[in-house]
Protein backbone atom coordinates (compact mmCIF):
# COMPACT_ATOMS: atom_id res chain seq x y z
CA UNK A 1 0.00 0.00 0.00
CA UNK A 2 1.29 3.25 -0.99
CA UNK A 3 0.96 6.68 1.97
CA UNK A 4 -2.52 7.57 0.80
CA UNK A 5 -4.17 4.40 1.01
CA UNK A 6 -2.66 3.63 4.22
CA UNK A 7 -3.62 6.67 6.09
CA UNK A 8 -7.38 6.63 4.41
CA UNK A 9 -7.52 2.78 5.68
CA UNK A 10 -7.11 4.13 9.13
CA UNK A 11 -9.31 6.98 8.88
CA UNK A 12 -11.97 4.64 7.99
CA UNK A 13 -10.66 2.47 11.00
CA UNK A 14 -10.57 5.89 12.99
CA UNK A 15 -14.25 6.84 11.86
CA UNK A 16 -16.01 3.41 12.33
CA UNK A 17 -14.36 3.59 16.07
CA UNK A 18 -15.32 6.65 17.03
CA UNK A 19 -19.20 6.18 15.54
CA UNK A 20 -18.97 2.38 18.03
CA UNK A 21 -17.85 4.69 20.77
CA UNK A 22 -21.01 7.40 19.98
CA UNK A 23 -23.30 4.58 20.35
CA UNK A 24 -22.13 2.75 23.37
CA UNK A 25 -22.31 6.12 25.08
CA UNK A 26 -25.57 6.09 27.44
CA UNK A 27 -28.10 9.52 26.15
CA UNK A 28 -27.37 12.47 28.24
CA UNK A 29 -29.61 15.12 29.12
CA UNK A 30 -29.35 17.45 26.08
CA UNK A 31 -32.41 19.71 26.73
CA UNK A 32 -35.08 21.30 29.47
CA UNK A 33 -38.34 22.31 28.61
CA UNK A 34 -40.23 24.77 31.02
CA UNK A 35 -44.06 25.23 31.06
CA UNK A 36 -47.53 24.01 31.35
CA UNK A 37 -49.11 20.40 31.47
CA UNK A 38 -51.45 19.53 29.05
CA UNK A 39 -51.94 15.78 30.11
CA UNK A 40 -50.81 13.25 31.92
CA UNK A 41 -51.45 9.84 31.15
CA UNK A 42 -50.75 7.44 34.16
CA UNK A 43 -51.16 4.53 32.24
CA UNK A 44 -48.85 4.95 29.38
CA UNK A 45 -46.76 7.07 31.59
CA UNK A 46 -46.61 10.14 29.55
CA UNK A 47 -46.84 13.88 29.60
CA UNK A 48 -47.65 16.66 27.48
CA UNK A 49 -46.26 20.06 27.96
CA UNK A 50 -47.30 23.79 26.41
CA UNK A 51 -44.36 25.70 26.30
CA UNK A 52 -43.58 29.22 24.24
CA UNK A 53 -43.81 32.79 24.38
CA UNK A 54 -46.87 34.59 22.59
CA UNK A 55 -47.77 32.63 19.11
CA UNK A 56 -44.62 30.54 18.91
CA UNK A 57 -46.22 27.50 20.94
CA UNK A 58 -45.21 23.95 21.08
CA UNK A 59 -46.02 20.89 22.55
CA UNK A 60 -43.71 18.73 23.67
CA UNK A 61 -44.76 14.77 24.56
CA UNK A 62 -42.48 13.22 27.11
CA UNK A 63 -42.38 9.77 28.13
CA UNK A 64 -41.92 9.35 31.61
CA UNK A 65 -40.62 5.67 33.06
CA UNK A 66 -40.96 4.78 36.34
CA UNK A 67 -37.57 5.62 37.87
CA UNK A 68 -37.74 9.38 37.37
CA UNK A 69 -37.81 11.70 39.98
CA UNK A 70 -40.56 13.70 40.14
CA UNK A 71 -40.34 16.86 42.69
CA UNK A 72 -42.33 19.60 44.17
CA UNK A 73 -40.97 23.02 44.66
CA UNK A 74 -43.76 24.67 46.09
CA UNK A 75 -43.26 21.38 49.00
CA UNK A 76 -39.66 22.73 49.55
CA UNK A 77 -37.02 20.42 49.98
CA UNK A 78 -37.96 18.89 46.72
CA UNK A 79 -40.04 16.05 48.02
CA UNK A 80 -40.94 13.54 45.79
CA UNK A 81 -44.67 13.30 44.00
CA UNK A 82 -45.90 10.55 41.47
CA UNK A 83 -46.79 11.00 38.16
CA UNK A 84 -50.70 10.95 38.85
CA UNK A 85 -50.08 13.86 41.56
CA UNK A 86 -49.57 16.38 37.99
CA UNK A 87 -52.27 18.11 36.69
CA UNK A 88 -53.46 19.91 33.65
CA UNK A 89 -52.25 23.20 34.71
CA UNK A 90 -49.80 22.28 36.83
CA UNK A 91 -45.97 24.78 35.71
CA UNK A 92 -42.96 21.95 35.26
CA UNK A 93 -39.80 22.13 34.82
CA UNK A 94 -38.68 18.98 32.90
CA UNK A 95 -34.90 17.82 31.69
CA UNK A 96 -34.79 15.05 29.09
CA UNK A 97 -33.23 13.67 25.61
CA UNK A 98 -34.36 11.80 22.50
CA UNK A 99 -34.12 8.22 21.75
CA UNK A 100 -35.36 6.24 18.87
CA UNK A 101 -38.62 6.11 20.64
CA UNK A 102 -39.38 9.72 21.38
CA UNK A 103 -38.33 12.26 24.21
CA UNK A 104 -37.46 10.43 27.47
CA UNK A 105 -37.98 12.54 30.56
CA UNK A 106 -34.75 12.00 33.08
CA UNK A 107 -36.10 14.66 36.23
CA UNK A 108 -39.74 16.74 36.82
CA UNK A 109 -40.07 19.52 39.28
CA UNK A 110 -43.51 20.91 39.26
CA UNK A 111 -42.98 24.72 40.05
CA UNK A 112 -46.60 25.85 40.41
CA UNK A 113 -49.69 25.78 38.42
CA UNK A 114 -51.87 28.05 36.36
CA UNK A 115 -54.87 29.24 37.77
CA UNK A 116 -57.13 30.78 34.73
CA UNK A 117 -57.90 29.15 31.95
CA UNK A 118 -56.94 25.18 32.85
CA UNK A 119 -60.46 23.49 33.44
CA UNK A 120 -62.56 23.05 30.64
CA UNK A 121 -66.18 24.11 30.39
CA UNK A 122 -68.72 22.53 28.15
Same mark, same amino acid.
Request: charged share 25%.
Given at each position: ??? &??? &??? =? $????? #? ?16 ? +????? %?????? #? %????? %? $?????? #? ?15 ? +??? &? ?9 ? &?? =? =? +?????? #?? %? ?7 ? +? ?5 ? $? ?5
Amino acid at each position: MDG &GQE &GLC =I $GSRSS #RLRHSLLQARPIVPHDSV +RGSIR %TVDVRT #R %TLEVT %T $GVGFAL #RVVRLQVPADVPITNKE +RGQ &GEPIRLGELRP &GD =I =I +RAVFGG #RA %TGFVAYTIE +RLGRMEV $GVESTP
